[in-house]
């Protein structure tokens, strides 16, 4: 297992690797967002050891700290992550083809990454700007609008975080991937 | 208007500081820095990175009197690319091919990542293992 934080560096992370025993990488480029189209976390890809992508983007839960929110229960996954690596054992749901990302949405990472240089420049003029074009380029990602709070002084775990999820939810929940039906 | 010897920072695969003249919308830089900005180096065969080049189609559309135009080189390798001349930066992204590669192929595409020391580390480096790709945050 590889975990890898979308942030912005790797201080705000190491705190949530303690005690880890499993590689922590940390993604300030967008490039997991750029590259395999992540548009929220937690997102787990199956990669084998020829690197293929036996099952795709899926919104996977760690522990069931939030199963109330997500009537998503971690073990039905774990469950499935041990009959793979057994015998090769792979879920219905692993065909799932992921969306590509729309122009708007492709822009939206360059308006993020060029906001997050900015800001770690000192210019909160030019930060603030192009924060304000990624949200409005892509008002669904949430490597965009929600990463971008505690940049902009945002609590992401406020009413800014469970409006975005009403928006969000309002265009049809768009997550990039596969989403685990409640148990 | 031209303006010369401006700072420019260009955020591709790392974040470079490069002195360009700004063309209007048009980051002009010295070909010699183009391989330290974007990867490639412009040459008679066209973009080239190690023993690969890139045959050009409209070779004029990089040229300018003063350089290369950094971002016309992007868009010429399929880049997506924004400039910001007042801000004197330019963030270059991956191209569509590297995406579809995961999205269409399905073979996971390889990245540049920091590990918690701050070293650079490449996913490949986990290759030959079956192994789960977690993407987290702090938000």
């Known amino acids: 297992m590889i975990a890898v934080a979308i942030d912005e560096n790797v201080d705000v992370v190491a705190p949530l690797a303690d005690g880890i025993t499993y590689p922590v990488l940390v993604d300030t480029e967008h490039r997991l967002p750029e590259l395999y189209a992540v548009n929220n976390v937690p997102t787990v890809v199956w990669i084998d050891e020829d690197d293929r992508i036996v099952r795709p983007n899926a919104n996977e839960f760690g522990s069931d700290m939030f199963t109330e929110f997500t009537g998503i229960h971690c073990e039905d996954h774990m469950e499935q992550v041990r009959a793979w690596v057994r015998d090769g054992t792979v879920p219905d749901d692993a065909g799932y083809e992921v969306a590509d990302l729309a122009d708007d949405e492709i822009t939206a990472h360059l308006h993020f990454r060029l906001a997050v240089h900015a800001r770690r420049a000192g210019r909160a003029d030019v930060a603030e700007r192009h924060f304000a074009e990624a949200k409005a380029l892509a008002p669904h990602d949430f490597t965009i609008v929600r990463a971008s709070m505690p940049l902009t002084g945002v609590d992401p775990f406020g009413p800014a975080f469970f409006e975005l999820y009403g928006v969000f939810e309002a265009a049809g929940s768009p997550y990039r991937g596969i989403r685990r039906p409640r148990s | ?139």
């Not at chain 2, 880049?79 to 995961?102: I, K």
């Open chain 2, 1 to 139: 208007m031209t303006e010369t010897g401006h700072t420019t920072t260009v955020i591709a695969e790392d974040a470079t500081k490069v002195d360009a003249t700004w063309d209007g919308e048009r980051p002009i830089v010295d070909p010699g820095l183009l391989t330290a900005a974007v990867g490639w180096d412009l040459k008679p065969e066209g973009l080239c990175r190690d023993e690969a080049c890139i045959p050009l189609s409209d070779r004029s559309a990089l040229e300018h009197p003063d350089g290369v135009d950094l971002a016309a080189v992007a868009e010429a390798l399929g880049r997506p690319v924004l400039v910001d001349s007042d801000a004197r930066m330019v963030a270059v992204g991956a191209p569509a091919s590297d995406r579809q590669r995961a999205l269409v192929n399905r073979l996971a595409p390889d990245a540049t990542l920091l590990d918690l020391e701050g070293t650079q580390r490449r996913l490949s480096e986990w290759s030959g293992t079956r192994r789960l790709l977690v993407a987290f945050s702090s938000w």
